[in-house]
């Protein structure tokens, strides 16, 4: 992806609506393939664990279909 269209992308994402116009926005641009594949492992491996906790009974929502 061409370096402006990705600063382009960062500085639309500034003005998304944030809670109170707080806008804590911090941005990282990672371009290096292989770190993005090891994050993306990393993220994912994270994500596996929260979703086993989201699923926990009390947590559960009985939906009628």
Do not use: H, Y
Request: proline share 3%.
């Amino acid at each position: 992806m061409d370096k402006e269209v990705i600063e382009e992308i960062v500085q639309g994402s500034r003005f998304a609506p944030s809670a109170q116009n707080r806008q804590p926005w911090r941005f990282i641009v990672i371009t290096n393939r292989g770190v993005i594949k090891e994050f993306s492992l990393l993220v994912k491996e994270e994500l596996k664990k929260l979703l086993k906790r989201c699923f926990i009974k009390k947590f559960s929502i009985r939906v009628k279909r």
